[in-house]
């Protein structure tokens, strides 16, 4: 299916301003994926779309309305959608290639983009999410209108492998798992060894993309928490130094790896400014 088969939730009753949902599934390249839109009432037509991409544990739920705060605020349509074996969408096949990445950034995503019918993405992603939205900039360059990476990665360092490390020998991951079952459901387990199993492979690289920032020419926004356990601010620094077109950065103080959240009314203001001037 080109535009998706609807799940059949469109949200009756929302509060005034609210967007409206949808709920679908989207045949991407032979992968069948949860979505969600998101239509604003009064969006311009020729409006780019929010595109969501989340962290490498993360759902459409995980979110907890930041798509939706995001979307209205801006009066932009957005697109949510669960990546391979996350959530609603098909499960992973282990074990996971080093380039998966890669190949979600330059296979998945476009195919995704078409089926969904988004023509001109502001790409928003979180973690794992902002390194595809980052690396499909790269590839793509004339594509997207804008992309915000949020807490991304483009090397791998030792803080990251450490963080991982920890949260799997932490004596609460059983407990951690069973709070992601609620999203994930039966799929939770392969999506946990996904993450730390592939990451934590000796000689793992498939965050690198150094050599592609000077390729990225969409208007970029890089926000960090000051405090994040998976990545210093050398990961900013890098994308500063790197990319060809215009760039701004945050590092927000006293704030970890999930800056939509934990600083969400600061991370919707700084977005706004940056869309909002772009248009």
């Not at 697109?79 to 282990?94: D, F, I, K, M, N």
């Not at 020998?169 to 709070?179: D, K, V, W």
């Not at 992601?180 to 946990?192: C, F, I, N, P």
């Amino acid at each position: 299916m080109s535009q998706g088969e609807r799940l059949g939730h469109v949200s009756p009753d929302s509060p005034p301003g609210a967007p409206q949902s949808e709920d679908l599934l989207l045949d991407a390249g032979g992968l069948r994926l949860r979505a969600g839109r998101l239509t604003p009432a009064s969006a311009p037509a020729e409006a780019p779309t929010l595109v969501f991409l989340h962290e490498a544990l993360g759902s459409i739920g995980q979110w907890k309305g930041f798509p939706e705060e995001l979307a209205a605020g801006l009066n932009l349509p957005a697109l949510v959608y669960e990546r391979r074996g996350h959530g609603g969408s098909a499960p992973l096949t282990l074990p996971r290639d080093n380039g998966y990445l890669r190949q979600e950034a330059e296979t998945v995503l476009p195919a995704v983009l078409a089926a969904a019918r988004v023509e001109r993405p502001v790409l928003v992603g979180h973690s794992d999410g902002a390194t595809i939205a980052l690396m499909f900039a790269a590839a793509f360059p004339r594509l997207p209108a804008a992309c915000v990476a949020l807490a991304p990665h483009v090397m791998v360092e030792e803080i990251t492998l450490a963080g991982i490390r920890a949260a799997d020998a932490e004596p609460g991951a059983t407990e951690i798992r069973r709070r992601l079952a609620r999203y994930h459901g039966g799929k939770t387990e392969d999506l946990w060894r996904a993450w730390t199993e592939t990451w934590l492979r000796p000689g793992f690289d498939g965050c690198e993309m150094r050599a592609d920032l000077s390729r990225i020419t969409a208007p970029t926004l890089v926000i960090q928490g000051a405090d994040d356990a998976y990545g210093s601010p050398a990961q900013v620094e890098e994308i500063a130094g790197s990319v060809a077109g215009p760039v701004e950065t945050h590092l927000i103080p006293a704030c970890g790896h999930a800056p939509h959240l934990e600083a969400m009314a600061r991370v919707i203001a700084a977005i706004h400014a940056f869309v909002n001037i772009r248009r």
